[in-house]
């Protein structure tokens, strides 16, 4: 035999036993088959409400809180002045918002119209009243999908001379000024996940 033909029959046999591996694999092997999946698994939702406006995106509410100034004879109706009292709540809606959460309260007199005299004595919730914590900061906490819980927060312009820091000729000049006919109360709110 030639030594071309010898060549010829090897590759030959080569390409028949390849054929016949893959044919006997093929009938022999197993069921396989791929298949892919993904999980759904749904968001908790967040959607905290203050005072009926969400906080979704955003890091200032539109809509301003409006105190209650508690009648005085001495004091006109709708106006702060020395000694004067009032309060302002918070509600705050979980309806929407499926883990419960911790929410933290802080109340200081605006750096814009500094009435350093503003006192915060006392908040409530849930039909307690409390005094105001020494930390300036009121804790709660909030089931899931509960609906609006009410913090009401009580404050007076102190008048007390052992108490205050601004003295009597301060007031005045403070009620004098035009560009404090307005005095704010800054609100920070912050909500954090409760976590096991």
Do not use: H
């Not at 030959?12 to 759904?40: G, P």
């Not at 913090?151 to 009620?175: K, L, S």
């Not at 000024?177 to 709110?189: G, L």
């Amino acid at each position: 035999m030639k030594k071309s033909d010898k060549v010829f029959l090897i590759f030959f046999l080569a390409i028949v036993t390849f054929s016949m591996l893959y044919l006997f694999q093929a009938s022999y092997a197993k069921y396989r088959r791929q298949a892919q999946a993904q999980v759904d698994a749904t968001v908790a939702s967040w959607d905290i409400k203050v005072n009926t406006e969400s906080i979704n995106n955003r890091t200032v509410l539109t809509n301003s809180i409006t105190p209650t100034l508690t009648s005085d004879p001495y004091i006109k109706s709708g106006v702060i002045a020395p000694g004067s009292e009032g309060y302002f709540t918070i509600s705050i809606d979980a309806t929407n918002v499926d883990v419960d959460f911790t929410y933290e309260i802080q109340c200081t007199p605006d750096l814009d119209t500094p009435l350093y005299d503003i006192k915060f004595t006392q908040y409530a919730t849930g039909g307690s009243t409390q005094t105001w914590p020494q930390s300036g900061i009121v804790t709660g906490d909030i089931t899931k999908n509960s609906s609006s819980q009410t913090i009401t927060i009580y404050f007076e312009w102190d008048d007390d001379p052992a108490t205050t820091v601004m003295d009597n000729q301060d007031d005045t000049e403070f009620a004098i000024d035009p560009d404090n006919a307005t005095t704010k109360i800054d609100v920070q709110i912050s909500f954090t996940q409760k976590r096991s």
